[in-house]
C-alpha cells in the first residue's frame, strides 16, 4: 500500500453568522448557519506524487431546527 501525506496551511478570509427566529409566524423554525472563506496552501501525496493545492475554500455548517 502506498505511503499517502496532507500538509495544509488554512487561513480565514471571511466569517459570516447567520441566526434568525420566527417566533409569530412560525416558531418551530430556527435558523443557525455559519460559513467561512478560506485560502488552502500546501500539499498532497498521492501513489507517489506530490500535488501542490493553493485554492480558496469553503466550510459552512449549520444547525437548522425544522
Not at 417566533?23 to 443557525?32: E, F, H, K, M
Not at 460559513?35 to 455548517?61: F, S
Request: glycine fraction near 6%; aromatic fraction near 12%.
Amino acid at each position: 500500500m502506498e505511503e499517502q501525506d496532507l500538509s495544509l496551511h488554512a487561513t480565514p478570509l471571511y466569517t459570516h453568522h447567520t441566526l434568525m427566529r420566527l417566533p409569530r409566524i412560525l416558531p418551530y423554525i430556527a435558523i443557525d448557519y455559519y460559513e467561512q472563506l478560506v485560502q488552502v496552501k500546501g500539499t498532497a501525496r498521492v501513489e507517489g506524487a506530490c500535488i501542490e493545492i493553493d485554492g480558496i475554500g469553503k466550510y459552512d455548517y449549520n444547525f437548522n431546527l425544522w
